[in-house]
């Protein structure tokens, strides 16, 4: 195995032998077949004039499911590899298609000559360091948009332009032939086409559950039995709070499923308790002690610790997978039914009492643009000096603590804007407020970064500025997995510069793609909490 897609790969070079993350060598691998034959498909679909959106949708599935912490269990990889090479078979013998590349022609129905493959299709097959830096900071970005899409697609809502891009530009990525100036285009584009992906999951969200609006969260524990939801996935939320109404079970949210709160049409539900935990690295301890079932909707599954024993009470669904745990599919409408979980909650106690923690959030564009007008009375007034983005991922490494400080040693008059889970680092710090502006407003998930590039507009158009850049507003980006490198691209086409990037530059860029960053776009890594001040502040 060789994987470098996240910010917690061993020794920020590559993890070989064992995922940092606890994938081994048969689940990575599998993960690189998947992609492999996922850009065959999009090899075929690419040469048809028109085809079935259920294509479309596998491909944005199968990138979603490569996804760090996403999916432990080789076996659904494998199924979704079997899948793919079905779906493709079919396209090609219905439209006789020819002159395909190996990807697009291989197949088999063989599982030990899957795994054998998967062995043979790895990041490493492209030799040249520049050339697989680009590949790979494509490939990631599309795996962040296509996750994006996903949400929106299950939701209703479909961007053709989103769909027909990803088939393309995984199609480009098999080529023998890659010329590096080609493949910085197709980053810069990747960025802009991540931006429509992002905006078509915002429509998608506020349409179908209102504008996230300011909300304080409660994270204490109830008395009644209860069932935990987490990752990202909003109609999951739905269908489960809409099942689990007048069962006696309250739903609490966790981790990147905490902005969930801030949505009208799920306030409405008087089971929906609030948020129990933080971070998704923190799971194993705070789901022993959730003491119900936990559902995992996306990403961030931490594998469990030797003593940890709710593998039972653990259920998964989507593009989620682990080994052991329970899975629940969609039926053909896209209809989970829930009920195991429910029964199971049932006979459960309530969850141990964490914390008696209450956070204020909800700071979408809608909310943010409500409050516009004082915002920028108090900027004009000189009461807020700066805005300081730092939203992001977070993750378990000690350096992370940085992002604390950071908050906690900004000068009184910056605002912090955040959306993902990089907030747990600093959301419960009570940084207080500016005449009644928070100093942490928060968007909500990754998934609504969209809204800080919203926000950041609507004060470029307030203040009658040429560029973004021209805003009293400073970047300082944490980043974990490859949503955020197609947040990070979406912001460079946009031509943001001087964004600060940590705990550590991605492994997967060479020093020729650090060095293009460098020069045209201003892309730093973090130092420490003093000099990193000190710069922004200046
Ligand atoms: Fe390593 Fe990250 Fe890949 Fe997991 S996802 S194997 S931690 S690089």
Redesign the pocket.
């Known amino acids: 195995m060789f994987?470098?897609?996240?910010q917690?790969?061993?020794g920020n070079k590559?993890?070989t032998k064992v995922?940092?993350?606890g994938?081994d060598e048969n689940t990575?691998n599998s993960q690189d077949l998947l992609i492999y034959v996922t850009k065959g498909l999009a090899e075929v679909l690419n040469k048809l004039e028109n085809a079935d959106s259920k294509y479309y949708d596998l491909i944005s599935n199968n990138m979603f499911v490569t996804i760090?912490n996403a999916n432990f269990d080789e076996d659904h990889i494998l199924d979704k590899v079997e899948e793919t090479i079905k779906a493709k078979d079919e396209l090609i013998k219905e439209n006789n298609i020819e002159d395909l590349s190996d990807a697009g022609k291989y197949t088999t129905d063989d599982r030990d000559e899957l795994k054998r493959k998967a062995i043979e299709v790895g990041v490493l097959n492209i030799v040249n360091e520049d050339e697989r830096s680009l590949v790979e900071l494509i490939t990631y970005g599309l795996k962040g948009m296509a996750a994006y899409n996903h949400h929106a697609n299950v939701l209703g809502y479909r961007n053709d332009q989103v769909d027909k891009f990803i088939a393309k530009t995984l199609e480009k990525t098999l080529k023998d032939d890659k010329d590096i100036n080609d493949l910085i285009n197709l980053t810069m584009e990747t960025g802009k086409h991540g931006l429509m992906a992002m905006e078509t999951l915002d429509k998608a969200n506020t349409e179908k559950f209102g504008n996230p609006e300011i909300t304080e969260v409660d994270f204490s524990a109830g008395e009644n039995p209860a069932i935990l939801i987490s990752g990202h996935d909003l109609n999951d939320m739905e269908m489960l709070l809409e099942q689990t109404k007048g069962t006696g079970v309250d739903v609490y949210t966790h981790s990147e499923m905490l902005p969930a709160n801030y949505y009208p049409k799920f306030k409405k539900y008087d089971h929906f308790h609030g948020n129990y935990g933080n971070s998704w690295w923190s799971q194993n301890d705070e789901f022993q002690k959730f003491n119900g079932p936990i559902l995992m909707t996306t990403n961030c599954i931490v594998p469990l610790k030797k003593d940890n024993d709710y593998l039972d009470r653990l259920f998964t669904t989507g593009n989620a997978g682990y080994p052991g745990a329970k899975h629940i599919n969609a039926d053909e409408n896209g209809h989970k039914d829930f009920s195991q979980i429910i029964e199971m909650a049932k006979s459960c106690k309530a969850p141990e009492n964490l914390e008696n923690t209450k956070i204020v959030g909800g700071f979408a564009h809608n909310q943010v643009e409500a409050l516009a007008g004082d915002v920028v009375k108090e900027i004009k007034a000189g009461n807020i000096k700066k805005f300081v983005v730092m939203a992001g991922c977070d993750g378990r490494h000690k350096t992370r603590s940085y992002y604390t400080e950071f908050a906690e040693k900004l000068p009184e008059d910056y605002v912090i804007l955040t959306a993902g889970c990089a907030k747990y680092r600093y959301n419960k710090l009570n940084l207080g407020d500016i005449n009644g502006i928070p100093r942490v407003l928060d968007a909500g998930q990754c998934n609504d970064s969209y809204s800080l590039v919203k926000t950041a507009l609507l004060l470029q158009d307030a203040f009658g500025l040429e560029s973004v850049n021209d805003l009293p507003l400073e970047f300082n980006i944490a980043w974990y997995e490859q949503k955020a490198v197609i947040v990070l691209l979406a912001l460079l086409s946009l031509g943001v510069k001087n964004i600060h990037l940590g705990p550590t530059l991605p492994a997967f860029l060479s020093e020729t793609v650090v060095n293009f960053l460098v020069e045209n776009f201003n892309i730093a890594p973090i130092t420490n909490v003093e000099k990193d001040l000190e710069e922004f502040t200046a």
């Open positions: 994987c470098f897609q996240c917690e790969t061993a590559g993890c995922g940092v993350c994938k990575a760090t």
